[in-house]
């Protein structure tokens, strides 16, 4: 895609990143460092996804910067030829509001994965949401414990045989777009690695998006939970499982959109058929609905166990104020208020005497 | 305690004595040198006599919620105004409010001001003022016979009596004996002179914090216009409040010039310090204003990452008055956010801070060890306090130095500056930014809780004479094929380039994973890790710091005193006293104690017995034996508080002793 396309659409959280000079391409964005994900993991799907729609953004790869924490996941960073920091276990989003909240030329994206963003990072995750610092966080959730070799995540469903729990797990897992939506974030939406156009859609989507952005995206870890999203990938279910959520439209899902999704009695949501009856009934995304209801039991429409009915795409994304701007505009008024600070002034205070 | 003065220049030996030391001069019918009157009232010293002190001890104690600390605060500034030299020592309960009346919520404020350069608040107090019986009882060990004790009547009731288990009221029943006592009814008056305000009893009641205060500036001559501006401009939205504490301030001051009981009033004459411009200021203040001018100097924006815990949050709120300086402070959700928030930063461009104490340290020790890592500048402020866990948040203490020197995974060596009094605060943040910049390292400050809230005047310094710091950043490509290694090295300081992301060409990854030599790549081959495990020591090693000074005037002292942070002022006054009364006894303080001085190893082979007092159990001496095989001698106090100069004088006399007798075996 090229350069004007992004000016068109205007990524209006990039507007204060200075814009690319030449066109560039997924090759710009590749390091000479030797990929070691496990042959077959779902992160090379991901990183090539991202490398071919960083280009689309338009802005200067040296004002690109990402963040990771600790995983096989937050690897990520090495193979991206931007800036990028690979930190400590779950601090990514700590460290890069730091970043972004000082730097409001850059484009900042933090990789993370189920147990790095919802285990030992947890706090700050939600703080990130809730503040909606300028951040668009990838997190990676395969319900498994990779580079430590095959422990039971906060994702991982109850009673999962791990090396950790050879009787199954006993943790209730979290639904990591409910705690995100829970802790008032102003954009959530879920995607899949191998459905490339759609990870790319919500990438577009995350970008165009003022303050934090959380994007689950579901990977496969072929070594310790190969299979995990197969239903939603596989041909013969995919349809079923799948919905695929679109702002204004009706949501329909299955074969021929045989079925919807729609609103009973007592509010809740439910699946059915859609007949010539109920088809006016039929619940409309509103990703900007105001209350956070609705994006709420979307998130949890899914059947836990089974996966279907299973949305992706952007459940959330409402404009809320952007923490670094509103930090930016206190130091602009303290400026307008008292003129900028003089540092003799300030040593010298009030209350001085002179001895001579 | 003016750090900037030269010890030599002392006067007065016997700095930190309990007894009041002065000349007895009586000047009947003369007014205080800046003749302080309060409106309404003749000028004080117009009939009473007026008595010559070089210094003065004095001790404000009530509930916590007498206002003490603001109490203590407003003598100071006043005595600030007049130009004495001063050191004060706050010390207040953990707990808010705790239980009126007891024990355990006395608050107290000590002042020590004089004629001269001193060093410590005092060891005990010529002066007590007591708003309650607890306030009394909680204090009166620490005083000298012949002190001078102002007490609250009116809080003197059975009940309040019993609750602190006085079984008879101390007032008349010998206890004081050989203390000079006052009794007032502050409550009474208090409320005898707001009788108009128009105030509720409960309301009027709380000014009596400011009749105390108007009466002690009448006894010592302070100025009193500052408290006036000051209370017109706290309760700016409350004139009624304004008023009323003002008319107690007074009734105070007039209190003490029309009443008997008060027969004299006393002179302390302004100190003779070095020519300049002075101020009050605190240590955390310090600290603060210290982080602005290294932002200044070295054209870096100020962030501020940090996570309220006592007694470092004064830095953050300090801070955050200061945005119109470009400063961002962000509160962070935890400890670990903070300093996150702060490295992050310091990737983009900025000189990134943490405040914290002791406990938060610990949880910041993980991030530490990344910016070891990743070779970028960060300031981790500790305000120590006693430990461990929780320990005693408001009380002082310098137990973290062995945290701040190895508290963390793998060999992680990271430098460490502590300041020696309240004002160097000031010049320590700028040190550790100069450390931190110059050599793209994190760096800790080790302040104290002592330091933090204690204050002394202050040379305003010129802003030419602050040293410059110079980010270098890099801006171009260090290889001459046009690639960029973030990892090579300056061969002098062996810092790495900090190139900040938005400079194009310089694009790289940096991680806590170990990398390889120049380029940066991941690297798990044993030789680089054995290589940049003692390149990052090598580094730390090697950066310059300034000699340590060793103070012998005669040259002739067989016994070295040591120490490090807060400890400079006890020590130094022990110092004095065991040379004004003709002992020997040669002092250096430490400013650096990561990498210690060059000269450091040489100082203490030439001295035949080296002592270290520390308000820890030996952690500088553990380092000193370790590192120079030197039979270092702890002394060591871990009680919250500050050592007293008479206690370190006795030790550095039974060092002296100690090796007299082994010349006469």
């Known amino acids: 895609m090229s350069d004007g396309d992004s000016e068109e659409r205007g990524f209006p959280s990039l507007r204060l990143v200075p814009k690319a000079e030449a066109p560039q391409s997924a090759r710009d964005f590749k390091t000479d460092q030797e990929v070691r994900w496990c042959p077959g993991c779902g992160d090379y799907a991901i990183l090539a996804a991202v490398q071919g729609f960083m280009p689309e953004l338009g802005v200067r790869r040296e004002n690109t910067v990402f963040v990771s924490g600790i995983g096989c996941s937050s690897r990520f960073p090495y193979y991206m030829n931007t800036y990028g920091v690979h930190s400590i276990h779950g601090r990514a989003p700590a460290i890069a509001t730091g970043l972004a909240s000082s730097r409001r ?12 963003a919802l285990s030992i990072g947890g706090n700050h995750l939600i703080h990130a949401l809730r503040r909606n610092v300028n951040l668009k966080i990838l997190l990676f959730n395969n319900r498994i414990y990779g580079l430590t070799k095959g422990q039971y995540s906060p994702t991982s469903e109850l009673g999962k045989i791990t090396k950790s729990t050879p009787m199954g797990s006993l943790d209730a897992p979290f639904n990591p777009l409910s705690l995100a939506i829970g802790a008032e974030a102003s954009f959530v939406a879920r995607t899949i690695d191998s459905d490339r156009q759609h990870l790319q859609s919500v990438l577009r989507a995350a970008a165009e998006h003022e303050g934090t952005a959380l994007v689950e995206i579901y990977q496969n870890c072929n070594i310790f939970n190969d299979g995990a999203f197969e239903v939603l990938k596989e041909a013969g279910t995919r349809d079923e499982a799948l919905i695929r959520l679109e702002h204004g439209q009706p949501i329909r899902f299955g074969a021929q959109a045989a079925n919807g999704v729609f609103r009973g009695p007592d509010g809740e949501l439910f699946t059915a058929p859609v007949t010539a009856d109920n088809e006016a009934r039929l619940l409309v995304h509103d990703a900007h609905a105001a209350s956070p209801a609705t994006a709420f039991a979307l998130s949890r429409i899914a059947d836990a166990d089974t996966l279907h009915h299973t949305p992706i795409g952007v459940l959330r994304d409402v404009r809320r104020p952007v923490y670094d701007e509103l930090m930016e505009s206190q130091l602009t008024a303290a400026v307008e208020q008292r003129g900028p600070g003089d540092l003799a002034t300030l040593l010298a205070g009030s209350d001085t005497w002179t001895v001579d | 305690m003016t750090s900037q003065v030269d010890q030599s220049e002392a006067v007065d030996g016997s700095d930190g004595d309990g007894g009041r030391t002065g000349s007895g001069a009586q000047r009947p019918g003369a007014a205080g040198p800046a003749g302080p009157h309060a409106p309404g009232s003749p000028p004080p010293g117009g009939a009473k006599p007026v008595r010559r002190l070089d210094r003065v001890i004095i001790r404000f104690a009530g509930d916590s919620g007498d206002g003490m600390q603001l109490t203590g605060d407003r003598f100071t500034s006043e005595t600030a105004a007049f130009g004495n030299d001063l050191s004060t020592l706050p010390n207040f309960p953990a707990e808010i409010r705790a239980p009126a009346g007891t024990l355990p919520g006395v608050s107290s404020f000590q002042l020590h001001f004089a004629d001269h350069d001193i060093l410590t608040p005092g060891d005990a107090p010529n002066v007590l003022v007591a708003m309650n019986p607890a306030a009394l009882k909680a204090n009166l060990p620490d005083l000298p016979r012949g002190a001078e004790i102002i007490v609250n009547t009116d809080e003197f009731t059975k009940r309040a009596l019993a609750k602190v288990g006085y079984p008879a009221d101390p007032l008349g029943d010998g206890t004081l004996d050989g203390f000079h006592l006052h009794k007032v009814p502050l409550t009474t008056l208090t409320l005898e002179a707001l009788k108009d305000s128009g105030l509720a ?8 914090n400011m009749f105390a205060l108007g009466l002690l500036s009448w006894m010592y001559h302070r100025p009193t216009h500052g408290t006036e501006a000051f209370l017109r401009g706290k309760f700016a939205k409350r004139p009624q409040i304004a008023e009323a504490n003002i008319s107690a301030f007074r009734a105070g001051w007039n209190f003490g010039e029309t009443t008997e009981d008060f027969a004299v009033s006393y002179e302390i004459a302004p100190a003779a310090l070095p020519a300049g411009r002075y101020r009050n200021i605190s240590g955390n203040l310090a600290l603060a204003y210290g982080l602005i001018a290294a932002a200044q100097r070295s054209g870096l924006p100020l962030y501020l990452g940090s996570y309220p815990i006592t007694p470092a949050s004064d830095i953050l709120h300090e801070l955050s008055k200061h945005k119109n300086f470009g400063v961002r402070t962000f509160q962070a959700e935890d400890e670990i956010a903070g300093i996150g928030a702060a490295l992050g930063a310091a990737f983009g461009g900025a000189l990134g801070v943490t405040t914290t104490s002791g406990p938060g340290v610990a949880l910041k020790s993980e991030t530490i060890g990344l910016a070891v890592s990743l070779e970028l500048p960060l300031l981790v402020v500790d305000i120590q306090r006693g430990g461990p866990s929780t320990g005693l948040p408001t009380k002082t203490e310098q137990a973290d130095l062995l945290q701040a020197m190895f508290g963390r995974n793998g060999e992680a060596p990271v430098p460490v500056v502590a300041p020696a009094t309240p004002a160097e605060c000031f010049d320590a943040a700028l040190e550790a930014a100069r450390i931190a910049v110059t050599y793209r390292t994190p760096v800790f400050l080790l302040s104290d809780g002592y330091l933090a809230n204690g204050s002394e005047p202050w040379r305003i310094p010129d802003i030419g004479e602050l040293p410059e710091i110079d980010p270098k950043f890099a ?60 390149t990052r020591q090598a580094k730390v090693d090697g950066i310059t710091v300034r000699p340590v000074e060793v103070d012998d005037p005669t040259g002739d002292a067989r016994v070295l005193v040591l ?10 006054a022990a110092v004095r006293r065991v040379r004004a009364d003709g002992g020997e006894v040669a002092q250096a303080h430490l400013r650096n104690l990561n990498p210690f001085p060059a000269n450091l190893g040489a100082v203490l082979r030439s001295y035949e017995k080296v002592i270290v007092p520390e308000m820890n159990l030996g952690q500088l001496a553990l380092l000193l034996r370790a590192k120079y095989l030197v039979d270092a001698e702890s002394y060591n106090q871990v009680r919250g508080l500050p050592f007293k100069a008479a206690q370190l004088a006795d030790v550095l006399w039974a060092a002296i002793g100690s090796l007299d007798e082994e010349d006469h075996r």
């Open chain 1, 105 to 116: 030329d850059l484009s900042v994206w933090v990789v993370t994965g189920d147990g790095d």
């Open chain 2, 201 to 208: 009893r409960k309301d009027a009641e709380r000014a009596k």
């Open chain 2, 475 to 534: 801006t171009e490509p260090n290889r001459e094929d046009g690639a960029f290694w973030p990892y090579l090295r300056d061969p002098h300081t062996l810092a790495r380039p900090w190139a900040v992301p938005g400079t194009a060409g310089l694009e790289h990854r940096i991680g806590g994973i170990e990398k390889q030599d120049g380029t940066g790549s991941i690297s798990y081959d044993p030789a680089n890790h054995d290589f940049m495990v003692r």
């Open chain 2, 563 to 572: 120490g490090w942070g807060s400890t400079y002022g006890p020590i130094t």
